[in-house]
């Protein structure tokens, strides 16, 4: 048996200036998921988050209200793009480091309620569905 036909590479991976990669369809853990499509994704997910970050929404009552929306939904965002980047094969250890952005949005936002926001009828923490009613959010 000659090296060649006993230690052949899988045709799902691939040596890059002398680094191991695998394939994106061989590593990502839903088998729908393409990497074009990742790739968009990717990519417009950090641009919404930009634009999120730089100017409050315009769904608020007001400016404060505004801000609010704008952060909560930006840190909605940085961790879909992180679910995202898990479900495309990334490695979880270096996704747990960064779920420390999320937690830190979070903070960011409720930070900035007793400033920016007029309204006590607002949850400092959302997470998932929820109703909104005043009277719980004492």
Request: glycine content about 6%; some cysteine; overall charge positive.
């Amino acid at each position: 048996m000659s090296w060649s036909t006993t230690n052949r590479v899988s045709p799902a991976v691939r040596f890059e200036a002398n680094t191991f990669r695998m394939n994106f369809n061989d590593k990502r853990r839903q088998q729908f998921l393409r990497e074009r499509s990742y790739q968009a994704a990717c990519k417009d997910l950090a641009d919404v988050i930009e634009l999120l970050e730089s100017a409050p929404a315009g769904s608020g009552r007001n400016e404060g209200e505004g801000w609010l929306i704008s952060y909560r939904m930006a840190v909605r965002h940085i961790f879909d793009k992180l679910t995202l980047r898990y479900t495309a094969g990334e490695a979880i250890d270096p996704l747990r480091q960064e779920l420390d952005q999320v937690v830190a949005g979070y903070e960011r936002a409720t930070r900035q309620l007793p400033i920016r926001l007029r309204s006590e009828c607002v949850p400092k923490f959302r997470c998932g569905i929820e109703a909104w009613r005043c009277s719980s959010m004492v």
